[in-house]
């Protein structure tokens, strides 16, 4: 065996999480390696539409950590970090019929109760923006908002100094030690006095008991246009209760559309339990567009030129795991974000690197953070590297 | 009626094929993107333009066409009709003039080969194109474009063009064939006769006309330059001409094909393996008859010798023309296009590092992320970059199959429905 490369913290996932966790522990003179199956933002953090969104959250400690989350993500892009990254921009939520104007009201109420970045600064009809059709019986415009897409950001984040990419390099497995941890690769190991796992979907390849599962998304992308037509993200409010409760309660689909700076449109997207990134049909397609076109008739002139799953992590009480190991504090986890890592990676990178050098969390998300702990699924422990 | 199997191309394999299906009792759906049957070879000329075609090709084509007219109704043919895509629940879906979701029995690809254009400075400005896609202007319009015409690249296409564009009074300025076809003699001495016949009919009538044939020569770059085209040969020699048309050789169609566990989906023809117009016939004979005896359990057909023979033939003429690529591809300059779509160059390829990931050359370079999603550039960029950058990531399976108009998919009419998945 050669000689083993010892490295201050070794980072499994070059997803935009694990690219976070790399830039802070960097930032705090670490010596890290970031590894992964097949190379930066290669699985749900490249697939992503980039919104950084509040109002998309869970109410309750996931809101208010993406709400935090989103206040330091400006941070970072105004001193530079995430500079090309992360850009603000309005973004529109609407609804149809009885359940999504509900679902719009809910909206509200949560983002008055964290009083936080994102506020309301239009709710009425559709006239608020021209381009819209007659699928908007609602919308409510936010402002606060941004966009990072998932691949720009990884490459921001990973081009600091002190971190070394390896890649392609599937992990087989880990040995923890009382000075530190071996990491195996197939044709080296590598030495590291911390883990941090932010391996997505993988991670059930090296814990196998932690109840993580694929969801896939199917997404459409356009082709060019004009671009600026639409400023922001349009949500439907379905959206919001999909992410809350069971889909098949929703009278309509939820889309999203976003728009790109090159003009074309990402629009999306199914929830389907499956991690195949080829699988889409037509009748998703047909579905998604149906709405889309009522609610921005603009797309009926485009083409779709390319379609794919994205696949998301998801945890079976549908709340991201993150924290050390139960009883190992040298193994640390952040994962099962379902899409909502785009958002809440700034934070948890810091916090994730607060966690490594043995630091309490920031105070004020101190009590949220700990609802996300690994320590909720007690048979992880007992057999996670087993 | 049984759903019907789904052929895709009314050219020489897709018809065929067709044939062969009906004859053994299935009903076929063949659909076309071109207003006209024929596919690429046996392109029919427009009501009242002169033809290309040769007594030969026309005897041929006639024969087809009557073994197609033979099966009767049990044969649709949907022209201007585009195949989108066939998913993976076995929904394909057809645009154009026949606008429908449905759930064909099987699907017979039969597009074509694929023209390559190797990259070089200029060749995305107006006024250059293919050579196929000049030929098939030709056979469709049967009149040659108005000015200069260049033919540069390797392969005998080129012959076939430069001899359409004389019988159509407008002989081309020159023809650069990058390889040294006359230089090993003895090698087109194993070339099927007909080869010969075909071959010498073109060089005949470019003799005639004293087009020079100019091999081992590049054409290195094209300018615009006062309305006209600068076209710079590797012999130092410039042309300035009206029209450049570019080919360097054909591929099969294996970019992004769909595919699809729920149904069978075969290529035939120049589709599978790029053997032309000889083998594209038998090819679809051949696979029409294995799917319908696989259809309906039967016994499936042996082999017809002819494909072994064309595919040696087609091995012949590639070593004919063989030069090398390699060495022209490392001379590019850095502003040259790779990625016509989205306009990438190959400095925006070197940005991204000696072994980009599949999902860098897409998300951070942006190359095959436009219309064609790597058609065109997908070989290209697998040869520029590393070996370790896997290719089939660039771009494959690419869904939809063709960019398809929101509007279209929208009207399609949905006989799958009620239908249970």
């Known amino acids: 065996m050669s000689a083993e490369t010892h490295y201050d913290v070794i980072i499994a996932g070059a997803g935009i999480v694990g690219a976070s966790v790399a830039w802070h522990l960097a930032a705090s003179g670490a010596r890290v390696a970031v590894i992964d199956a097949i190379g930066p933002a290669a699985a749900a953090s490249g697939a992503s539409d980039g919104a950084v969104s509040v109002a998309s959250k869970k109410p309750g400690p996931l809101a208010r950590l993406a709400s935090a989350s989103l206040l330091y993500t400006r941070e970072l892009a105004s001193q530079g970090v995430l500079a090309g990254a992360f850009h603000a921009r309005p973004s529109f939520v609407f609804g149809q019929g009885e359940a999504e104007l509900a679902a719009l009201d809910a909206l509200v109420a949560k983002l008055r109760a964290i009083s936080g970045p994102v506020h309301v600064t239009g709710d009425g009809p559709a006239a608020q923006l021209a381009c819209l059709g007659p699928g908007v019986e609602r919308l409510i415009t936010l402002n606060g908002e941004g966009h990072m897409p998932g691949h720009k950001a990884v490459r921001a984040y990973l081009s600091a100094p002190g971190i070394t990419p390896i890649w392609p390099a599937p992990i087989h497995g880990f040995d923890i030690d009382d000075r530190g941890v071996t990491v195996h690769l197939a044709d080296r190991r590598l030495r590291t006095g911390h883990l941090v796992s932010a391996l997505g979907t993988a991670t059930t390849e090296l814990f196998p008991t932690l109840p993580i599962m694929p969801r896939a998304g199917q997404l459409f992308v356009t082709d060019r246009g004009a671009p600026g037509l639409l400023p922001g993200s349009l949500t439907a409010a379905a959206y919001l209760v999909a992410k809350t409760e069971a889909p098949d309660v929703l009278p309509l689909p939820p889309v ?22 080829n699988r889409v049909d037509f009748s998703t397609l047909r579905r998604l567009m149906e709405r889309s076109v009522r609610a921005l008739p603009l797309l009926a002139e485009r083409r779709v030129i390319r379609a794919f799953a994205g696949i998301r992590a998801a945890v079976s009480d549908s709340l991201p795991i993150i924290g050390n190991l139960p009883g190992e504090t040298r193994v640390t986890l952040a ?51 087993g | 009626m049984s759903d019907p199997v789904l052929v895709v191309g009314a050219g020489l394999a897709g018809l065929s094929a067709a044939a062969e299906l009906a004859r053994a009792g299935l009903p076929v759906l063949v659909v076309d993107q071109a207003q006209a049957v024929g596919g690429a070879f046996h392109r029919q000329p427009l009501q009242g333009a002169l033809s290309l075609a040769t007594a030969a090709q026309d005897r041929r084509w006639s024969d087809l066409m009557a073994k197609v007219a033979a099966q009767g109704s049990r044969i649709t043919l949907a022209l201007a009709t585009q195949f989108g895509g066939v998913d993976h629940k076995g929904t394909a879906l057809l645009t ?24 070089r400075p200029g060749w995305t400005l107006p006024g250059v194109e293919t050579a196929g896609s000049l030929q098939i202007r030709l056979k469709t319009l049967g009149e040659a474009p108005q000015g200069r015409v260049l033919l540069a690249g390797s392969g005998p296409l080129l012959l076939a063009v430069g001899a359409q564009l004389t019988k159509l009074g407008s002989p081309p300025v020159a023809i650069l064939e990058a390889g040294r076809p006359f230089a090993r003699p003895l090698t087109p001495i194993g070339l099927p006769r007909d080869y010969w016949i075909e071959a010498a009919a073109y060089l005949s009538r470019l003799m005639l006309a004293r087009v020079p044939i100019l091999t081992n020569t590049r054409l290195t770059a094209i300018r615009a330059e006062g309305g006209t085209l600068v076209a710079e040969a590797s012999s130092g020699r410039r042309f300035i001409v009206d029209h450049v048309a570019l080919h360097d050789g054909i591929r099969p169609n294996d970019f992004g094909m769909p595919a699809c566990d729920v149904l069978p989906v075969v290529r035939l023809g120049d589709c599978r393996e790029a053997l032309g117009a000889r083998a594209a016939m038998v090819d679809g004979q051949m696979g029409g008859a294995a799917l319908a005896a ?28 063989a030069h090398d690529v390699t060495a022209e591809l490392n001379n590019l300059p850095e502003d040259t296009v790779i990625c016509r779509c989205e306009a990438r160059t190959l400095k925006d390829l070197r940005t991204l590092g000696p072994t980009p990931t599949a999902r860098q050359l897409r998300l951070d370079g942006r ?55």
């Not at chain 2, 696989?294 to 023309?321: F, H, K, N, V």
Request: glycine letters at 8%; charged letters at 25%; proline letters at 7%.
């Open chain 2, 294 to 321: 696989r259809l309906l359990g039967r016994t499936a057909p042996s082999a017809d010798p002819e494909l072994a023979r064309q595919t040696r033939a087609q091995a012949r003429l590639a070593r004919i023309y």
């Open chain 1, 256 to 277: 999203v559309i976003d728009p790109l700076t090159t003009g074309q449109f990402l629009i999306g997207s199914s929830r389907e339990n499956h991690a195949d990134p």
């Open chain 2, 367 to 421: 190359f095959a992320m436009g219309a064609c999603q790597g058609r065109f550039c997908g070989d290209w960029i697998a040869r520029l970059t590393s070996a370790e950058t896997s290719k089939p990531g660039i771009g494959a399976p690419r869904w939809p199959a063709r960019p398809i108009a929101v509007a279209d998919l929208l009207s399609a009419t949905d006989e799958t429905e009620g239908e249970t998945q």
């Open chain 1, 335 to 385: 994962t099962g974000f379902e899409g909502d890592g785009i958002c809440l990676s700034a934070l948890v990178g810091r916090e994730i690197a607060r966690m490594v050098h043995g630091l309490p969390p920031t105070d004020s998300i101190a009590a949220d953070l700990a609802t996300l702990s690994p320590a909720r699924f007690v048979d992880a422990r007992q057999e996670a590297w």
């Open chain 2, 96 to 119: 154009g003039r026949m606008n429908r979701l449905f759930r064909p029995r099987a699907i017979v690809l039969a597009l074509g080969a694929r023209e390559s254009v190797r990259p």
